[in-house]
């Protein structure tokens, strides 16, 4: 959408150090978009049309809802892409954090941020879990990224992958997702 990986990389870099808030960053990039002309709804939609799974997404998804797990589907990206890869996987409970505004002519108008990642993650959980009659401590969190650790600390059962930055608030860790079966 007319970010190179490296200007991605330094926000990535300069959010990760405190120099800037996520919503400064999403600005950032809300401007890169609109300025080089690429983010039209249209261009957005082919840019997430090749995004994939990890291997054994679908099948874990399907694995769990067979065993009546409420499956949901909480991310910090866009939620155009969010909405996609829930209908997709067929997950009914899915938020993202950023939310994609479009003027009239499908452009890029803004990009609406419901607050600090991480934070924002764990509000649509409770918020799944009060739809749900659940406690947070009932729930299972699967990730990988920073925006994970206030899940994973809340529920008390947080999985990531073996070998990532949150193994250390890890409840368990896994090679690939198909090893979820052998945990739930």
């Known amino acids: 959408m007319g970010i190179t990986r490296e200007e991605d990389k330094l926000l990535l870099k300069l959010y990760e150090e405190g120099v800037i808030s ?6 950032i990039l809300t401007e890169i978009y609109k300025k080089r ?8 939609s082919k840019v997430i049309s090749d995004y994939t799974y990890r291997p054994g997404a ?19 990206s866009m939620d155009i892409l ?12 899915f938020e993202s954090n950023n939310i994609f505004i479009f003027d009239e002519n499908d452009r ?8 600090d990642d991480s934070l924002v993650k764990l509000r649509h959980l409770q918020s799944f879990c009060r739809k749900l009659g659940l406690k947070v401590s009932q729930c299972v969190a699967v990730g990988d ?24 608030y890890a409840w368990r860790t896994i090679e690939n997702l198909m090893d979820i079966n052998s945990i739930l």
């Not at 209908?87 to 409970?93: T, Y």
């Open 22 to 27: 996520y919503s400064e960053w999403q600005k």
């Open 37 to 44: 002309g690429n983010a039209s709804l249209e261009n957005i």
């Open 58 to 76: 679908k099948e874990v998804v399907s694995y769990l809802k067979r065993k009546k797990y409420a499956v949901a589907l909480i991310s910090g």
């Open 82 to 93: 969010v909405d996609k890869v829930a209908k997709e996987l067929n997950i009914g409970l």
């Open 108 to 115: 890029l108008d803004n990009i609406v941020v419901l607050g």
């Open 145 to 168: 990224g920073d925006n994970d650790i206030e899940l994973f600390k809340k529920t008390g059962h947080g999985i990531t992958f073996k070998r990532s930055k949150l193994e250390k």
